[in-house]
């Protein structure tokens, strides 16, 4: 949540020439309504199906830039998804400038008393999850977008070149 993945997948779309796909945007589209409204009438549970569902629809594809929301990591399923479909990288930032960057937004997993709470309950809950999945981690708090962008396709050649 604010680490950047949807602003630094168009980055590394328009690097690699590869088709960025956001998870959100298909699971509002599989839903025809937006994230906020489907919280709202189904709750987070049929959310995280909605995205297993559309995650399990990426498998097999190539020349994909995927960006998912940052709750896809805490449904075990999920975990086991992410890394059929290609390496998993996992933005990092610290929990204040991740606070920082979603205060004003209307996402709904911060409709809380406490958003800013919120937000180190939830670094705390999924950090492991992402240490557990990703093949490796970029901490994004000092790095612009393109910074981080350009720093994810060095090791993903890094990466490459050593196989």
């Given at each position: 949540?604010?680490?950047?993945?949807?602003?630094?997948?168009?980055?590394?779309?328009?690097?690699?020439?590869?088709?960025?796909?956001?998870?959100?945007?298909?699971?509002?589209?599989?839903?025809?309504?937006s994230i906020p409204a489907v919280f709202k009438q189904h709750g987070?549970?049929?959310?995280?199906?909605?995205?297993?569902?559309?995650?399990?629809s990426l498998v097999g594809r190539?020349?994909?830039?995927?960006?998912?929301?940052?709750?896809?990591?805490?449904?075990?399923?999920n975990r086991a998804i992410l890394p059929q479909i290609g390496p998993v990288v996992w933005l990092d930032?610290?929990?204040?400038?991740?606070?920082q960057r979603v205060?004003?937004?209307?996402?709904?997993l911060l409709r809380t008393h406490d958003p800013r709470r919120t937000v180190d309950e939830l670094y705390r809950a999924r950090e492991p999850l992402y240490r557990e999945t990703s093949n490796f981690r970029i901490d994004s708090t000092?790095?612009?977008?393109?910074?981080?962008?350009?720093?994810v396709l060095a090791h993903l050649q890094q990466q490459q070149a050593q196989q």
């Open positions: 949540m604010g680490s950047g993945k949807s602003s630094v997948g168009r980055i590394l779309s328009s690097l690699t020439g590869f088709a960025l796909v956001d998870t959100d945007t298909l699971v509002a589209q599989q839903a025809g309504q987070e549970e049929h959310f995280r199906s909605l995205e297993t569902e559309v995650l399990q190539i020349g994909l830039i995927i960006a998912t929301g940052g709750g896809i990591i805490t449904v075990e399923q930032a610290n929990p204040e400038l991740l606070y205060k004003n937004s209307k996402r709904p000092h790095l612009t977008h393109r910074q981080t962008a350009e720093a």
